[in-house]
């Protein structure tokens, strides 16, 4: 048997300190755990979901964009600019099918 299996939990072999054993033993994670990273494909079938299933006239860019944070649980603030174009593009391309279905 090993003679460090025959110590205590709270004490250390002579000389060492029982923080140096814990720290060496448990040490502290070096940063907090990152959320994956949403793909944009993901983002935009989401969006289009979103987008498509909503009533224009009361759908903001806030709503969809807080819709979508909640799901993908992470803030994106950082693609609010590329979130915005793509929703105009998206609401665009809806308005375009309408105008053109009525000829």
Known sequence: ???S?????NS???GVALA???KSVNPAPSAPPQTPAVSD???LNRMRQIVGNGDLHVLTLGT???QLETEFKMNLADRKEF???EVTKFVQSLEDINV???F
């Not at 299996?5 to 939990?9: I, Q």
């Open 83 to 85: 979130l915005n174009d």
């Open 1 to 3: 048997m090993y003679p």
């Open 41 to 43: 494909v993901a983002l």
């Open 12 to 14: 250390a072999p002579p």
């Open 64 to 66: 969809v964009m807080k």
């Open 20 to 22: 140096t054993l814990t």
């Open 100 to 102: 053109s279905s009525l």
């Open 5 to 9: 299996l025959l110590l205590g939990p």
